[in-house]
């Protein structure tokens, strides 16, 4: 199903991600109060007007509890957001329990966002593994139902380039494939602008060029979490002493494309 709510200029996405949040609220993951933290972002979000869109991408619990999907939907509704909020599963979500509790407004459960301009495609890379894998019905879905003619804005939850530390062990394991048809839909259309991902903990820009049919750039922007950012120098999970963060994107009529992290 897709939307067409905003035909603002630019059109503002706020993508937040990786709450791993416990039934407890006083939980801490690796010393952080990570139900304080979404509080923050999500009060953060809320506040500001220009928004037209939030996009979660994955990993709201840590402990796998109902709760902890019930916590989340607690703090969106005390926050009182207007905005739409669409949502993807992570490698440590379970699809059904998201479904069920993220089904009030201001949640839609929808994958595509259409606007005048922009074309803005929720991609499902969860598998059976910490790993990701989007399938080839994915994929052939995606390439059936973009919109030539219109900006492309790719959102998954794992992140479809390496990034060079531990994390790179449990990313999407189809990469080549993924790529594949990215190449093949810009080669037609330069249509697809950027991809944004989850995963990873940090505030990363990446460029994918492709060689083969040269087409332009694709720019891969991973999302710093609401949770813990990771420590890149480390081999295993360990956090920064940093405030939880988001991001917003700026998608313009023209293609362009801009973002800003913002710690709260």
């Known amino acids: 199903m897709s939307r067409f709510l905003s035909n603002n200029n630019p059109l503002v996405v706020a993508q937040l991600t990786d709450s791993h949040l416990f039934a407890d609220p006083k939980a801490l993951h690796h010393g952080a109060n990570v139900y304080h933290n979404l509080t923050k972002v999500i009060a953060d979000i809320a506040k500001n007007n220009s928004i037209d869109y939030a996009i979660f991408t994955g990993d709201l619990t840590q402990d796998h509890s109902a709760i902890s999907y019930q916590n989340f939907a607690d703090i969106i509704e005390q926050a ?45 890379s969860k598998s059976d593994t910490p790993a990701g894998y989007v399938s080839k019905h994915s994929l052939k879905q995606l390439t059936d139902e973009i919109d030539p003619e219109k900006f492309q804005l790719l959102m998954m939850h ?93 998608l313009y009529d023209d293609g362009s494309v801009k973002n800003k992290v913002i710690t709260c």
């Open 80 to 124: 009182k957001i207007k905005i739409p909020i669409l949502y993807l599963s992570g490698n440590h979500d379970d699809p059904k329990l998201m479904n069920l509790y993220l089904s009030n407004v201001p949640f839609i459960n929808d994958k595509t966002i259409q606007t005048q301009h922009w074309q803005i495609s929720l991609l499902n």
């Open 158 to 250: 794992h992140h479809p380039v390496d990034v060079g530390y531990f994390i790179d062990k449990h990313g999407l394991i189809n990469q080549k494939e993924f790529w594949q048809t990215i190449s093949n839909i810009n080669a037609k259309s330069n249509s697809i602008k950027a991809v944004a991902c989850g995963h990873v903990h940090q505030a990363l820009l990446k460029c994918v060029e492709d060689k083969i049919y040269n087409t332009q750039c694709v720019d891969v922007y991973t999302c710093p979490a609401t949770s813990i950012q990771f420590d890149t120098t480390k081999t295993t999970v360990s956090a920064l002493k940093k405030e939880p963060e988001y991001q917003l994107f700026y």
